[in-house]
């Protein structure tokens, strides 16, 4: 079946989410539930792409390079674009409501940087490709008449695009901003716990007069499901995810047949450094939200934070005040400042390492458990904002991706212990540094070895910078011209004169 009105819109009491291939809405054989996570409602039957959809999904693209779309100039792509942003914020409540029904944050958390983000990555992305200067050289030769290169940049061709839950539209806007921008065609495979608005932004590309088969959605699981139809395609030219850093393996293995590029964008386990010498309130303020927004589901995020000997104590006092502050409830109440984690499955992982610190003799500071909800909202998948001081960073609890709000507070007494413990840890994505000493804070920025640091701020992101993780935290760079290194092919054209 296939259609090119989105069936979500439909009023049955549960709704479907279907494919989005080739400009229309295709449903699948199989179908799998999405539940809230705010009560484990089931609020949609999504389509479970086969084989045989990512196939068609892929093909679809391929056809589309070599249709209209690979015809258009840079600027009529880039007026395209526009197009899309501006869909988006027309849209901006429809989007808004599929992210939080899928999702269960705040309605104010969205409002403010998912869907805002998720328009803004097309226009960011346009005006790089519109305003990239090219490369040019001359050179000299035997007969002295000289020769000149230049440099042109082509498109892969079919991006593969595999996204995380966590920030659904805004990831996945992340890497189909530039895929497009750079004259690609994509496959997304949203996270099965996010199936929504990757679906709706299919109305919205074909509203803007994006051609069909450019933009396409497939829905399903990693293994032996959509994931991995579509990483282990031959006609994907290069794969781009967000995820774990063990699926990010598992893709990378999948693109070795064929030699296909792929960006990682993988797990963390970030640091934050807090001298003594910090604007206290900004500290606090600020790693309260690297620990605990977004329910603690947010990549860049703290979970463990290290604290000049003379603060510990007063810094301690200030976050746990600060976490019992937070407000679990309905997305749209003004007063909920914490949502839920994203599934059942997620908080038993998460409220493992909730025991597991407490079986290593972790004082728990403020949390551990789960919240007392009312009765509307007692299956969903709440947790408390957790504190621990104790432990040291030989536990798993120092060392491990958690992935919820959680963070794990440490001594530390000179400069150069406090980059040592932070460098020592598998990931490398992203560290806030807090300090009113000019000096040490670039001295720690330059020596820690992380994709992303922060001085004084989390979170800040101007979209022409790079983004990524270093060592097991990433591959790749992607962001403004960064992003074009991995979404286009450099040509280079060498003419004899
Ligand atoms: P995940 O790795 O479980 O899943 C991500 C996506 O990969 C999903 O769409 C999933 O279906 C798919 N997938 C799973 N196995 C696959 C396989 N074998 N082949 C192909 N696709 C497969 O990650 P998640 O739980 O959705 O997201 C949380 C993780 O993402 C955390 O580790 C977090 O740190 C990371 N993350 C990183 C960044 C970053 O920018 N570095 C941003 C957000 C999230």
């Given at each position: 079946m296939s259609t090119t009105n989105n069936p979500a819109d439909t009023h049955a009491s549960?709704?479907?989410?279907?494919?989005?291939?080739?400009?229309?809405y295709r449903a699948s054989e199989r179908w799998f539930d999405k539940r809230s996570p705010i009560n484990h409602a089931l609020i949609a039957q999504v389509a479970q792409a086969s084989r045989a959809d990512v196939d068609a999904a892929v093909r679809a693209?391929?056809?589309?390079?070599?249709?209209?779309?690979?015809?258009?100039?840079?600027?009529?792509?880039?007026?395209?674009?526009?197009?899309?942003?501006?869909?988006?914020?027309?849209?901006?409540?429809?989007?808004?409501?599929?992210?939080?029904?899928d999702t269960g944050k705040p309605m104010s958390l969205a409002r403010h940087i998912d869907i805002p983000r998720g328009a803004a990555n097309f226009k960011i992305f346009a005006d790089v490709v519109k305003n990239v200067p090219g490369e040019y050289f001359e050179m000299t030769t035997p007969d002295g008449a000289g020769?000149?290169?230049?440099?042109?940049?082509?498109?892969?061709?079919?991006?593969?695009?595999?996204?995380?839950?966590?920030?659904?539209?805004?990831?996945?806007?992340?890497?189909?901003?530039?895929?497009?921008?750079?004259g690609n065609t994509v496959v997304v495979k949203p996270s099965e716990e996010t199936p929504q608005t990757a679906a709706l932004l299919g109305e919205v590309m074909n509203a803007a007069?994006?051609?069909?088969?450019?933009?396409?959605?497939?829905?399903?699981?990693?293994?032996?499901?959509?994931?991995?139809?579509l990483t282990t395609h031959a006609g994907v030219n290069a794969i781009t995810f967000t995820g774990e850093t063990r699926t990010g393996a598992a893709i990378m293995k999948a693109a070795a047949d064929g030699a296909r590029p792929v960006s990682l964008e993988m797990g963390g386990k970030n640091a934050a450094i807090v001298f003594a010498d910090c604007d206290f309130d900004a500290a606090i303020?600020?790693?309260?939200?690297?620990?605990?927004v977004n329910c603690g589901q947010v990549c860049l995020g703290t979970e463990r934070v290290y604290?000049?000997?003379?603060?510990?104590?007063?810094?301690?006092?200030?976050?746990?005040?600060?976490?019992?502050?937070?407000?679990?409830?309905?997305?749209?109440?003004?007063?909920?400042?914490?949502?839920?984690?994203?599934?059942?499955?997620?908080?038993?992982?998460?409220?493992?390492?909730?025991?597991?610190?407490?079986?290593?003799?972790?004082t728990v500071v403020t949390g551990g458990g789960v919240p007392q909800m009312p009765d509307d909202l007692r299956n969903g998948a709440w947790i408390q904002p957790t504190i621990w001081i104790g432990l040291g960073d030989d536990?798993?609890?120092?060392?491990?991706?958690?992935?919820?709000?959680?963070?794990?507070?440490?001594?530390?007494?000179?400069?150069?212990?406090?980059?040592?413990?932070?460098?020592?840890?598998?990931?490398?994505?992203?560290?806030?540094?807090?300090?009113?000493?000019?000096?040490?804070?670039?001295?720690?920025?330059?020596?820690?070895?992380?994709?992303?640091?922060?001085?004084?701020?989390?979170?800040?992101?101007?979209?022409?910078?790079?983004?990524?993780?270093?060592?097991?935290?990433?591959?790749g760079r992607e962001g403004g011209v960064h992003s074009l290194e991995f979404y286009t092919e450099l040509k280079n054209v060498c003419v004899k004169l």
């Amino acid at each position: 079946m296939s259609t090119t009105n989105n069936p979500a819109d439909t009023h049955a009491s549960v709704r479907q989410i279907h494919h989005f291939i080739d400009g229309q809405y295709r449903a699948s054989e199989r179908w799998f539930d999405k539940r809230s996570p705010i009560n484990h409602a089931l609020i949609a039957q999504v389509a479970q792409a086969s084989r045989a959809d990512v196939d068609a999904a892929v093909r679809a693209a391929r056809a589309a390079l070599s249709g209209p779309w690979g015809q258009l100039s840079v600027a009529q792509r880039v007026d395209l674009l526009y197009a899309v942003a501006d869909g988006i914020n027309r849209r901006f409540d429809d989007f808004l409501q599929a992210e939080v029904a899928d999702t269960g944050k705040p309605m104010s958390l969205a409002r403010h940087i998912d869907i805002p983000r998720g328009a803004a990555n097309f226009k960011i992305f346009a005006d790089v490709v519109k305003n990239v200067p090219g490369e040019y050289f001359e050179m000299t030769t035997p007969d002295g008449a000289g020769a000149i290169n230049y440099a042109m940049r082509r498109p892969v061709g079919v991006v593969g695009v595999v996204c995380p839950w966590n920030l659904p539209l805004l990831l996945m806007t992340w890497k189909v901003g530039p895929a497009l921008a750079c004259g690609n065609t994509v496959v997304v495979k949203p996270s099965e716990e996010t199936p929504q608005t990757a679906a709706l932004l299919g109305e919205v590309m074909n509203a803007a007069g994006i051609p069909r088969g450019v933009y396409n959605v497939v829905h399903g699981f990693g293994p032996d499901s959509a994931g991995e139809f579509l990483t282990t395609h031959a006609g994907v030219n290069a794969i781009t995810f967000t995820g774990e850093t063990r699926t990010g393996a598992a893709i990378m293995k999948a693109a070795a047949d064929g030699a296909r590029p792929v960006s990682l964008e993988m797990g963390g386990k970030n640091a934050a450094i807090v001298f003594a010498d910090c604007d206290f309130d900004a500290a606090i303020e600020g790693t309260l939200r690297s620990c605990f927004v977004n329910c603690g589901q947010v990549c860049l995020g703290t979970e463990r934070v290290y604290v000049e000997r003379p603060l510990f104590e007063r810094f301690v006092a200030a976050l746990k005040e600060g976490a019992e502050r937070l407000r679990p409830g309905h997305p749209e109440a003004a007063d909920t400042s914490i949502g839920p984690l994203i599934s059942q499955e997620h908080r038993n992982k998460v409220l493992a390492y909730y025991r597991k610190a407490a079986e290593l003799g972790a004082t728990v500071v403020t949390g551990g458990g789960v919240p007392q909800m009312p009765d509307d909202l007692r299956n969903g998948a709440w947790i408390q904002p957790t504190i621990w001081i104790g432990l040291g960073d030989d536990s798993p609890i120092a060392r491990e991706e958690i992935f919820g709000p959680c963070t794990l507070i440490m001594p530390f007494d000179t400069e150069a212990e406090a980059i040592a413990r932070t460098n020592d840890n598998l990931y490398g994505l992203s560290t806030a540094i807090w300090t009113n000493n000019l000096a040490r804070a670039h001295r720690v920025a330059a020596a820690i070895e992380v994709g992303i640091a922060w001085v004084n701020s989390w979170f800040l992101r101007d979209l022409r910078t790079a983004f990524g993780g270093a060592k097991q935290s990433g591959i790749g760079r992607e962001g403004g011209v960064h992003s074009l290194e991995f979404y286009t092919e450099l040509k280079n054209v060498c003419v004899k004169l």
